[in-house]
């Protein structure tokens, strides 16, 4: 049965890696750029979201604050990346021209 839906479920992939979903993205990624992958056949349409692995679109923390001694807006340091989304840059910077090489049957890029 999986032979029959694998073309029409795979038809179409959206890659969106972004730190709530890295191990999503990264898993997508290197899924297609695995030799002999039947979704790198079957998929027709790839959609590109978000390849930024260091930022989370639900959070949107403040970048400014007030400072009530100088009555000026400070910018705040910014907070250093975990371990976790240093290796997923790398993964995707890796594998993902292999991963878009290996669409065969790719039509649309979005």
């Known amino acids: 049965m999986s032979i029959v839906l694998e073309p029409h479920i795979l038809r179409s992939i959206a890659i969106d890696i972004t730190k709530p979903r890295l191990d999503v993205g990264i898993s997508q990624l290197t899924t297609l750029a695995t030799l002999g992958n ?8 790839l959609h590109i979201r978000n390849l930024c692995p260091s930022i989370d679109p639900s959070d949107r923390p403040p970048t ?3 400072d009530p001694v100088t009555e000026n807006w400070v910018e705040l340091p910014l907070t250093p990346n975990p371990p976790e989304v ?4 790398e993964k995707m910077q890796a594998m993902l021209q ?12 979005k």
């Open 86 to 89: 240093k290796m997923a840059e």
């Open 98 to 109: 292999v991963a878009i090489a290996s669409l065969s049957n790719l039509q649309s890029l």
């Open 38 to 45: 039947h979704a790198a056949t079957a998929t027709h349409e």
């Open 64 to 66: 400014c604050v007030f």
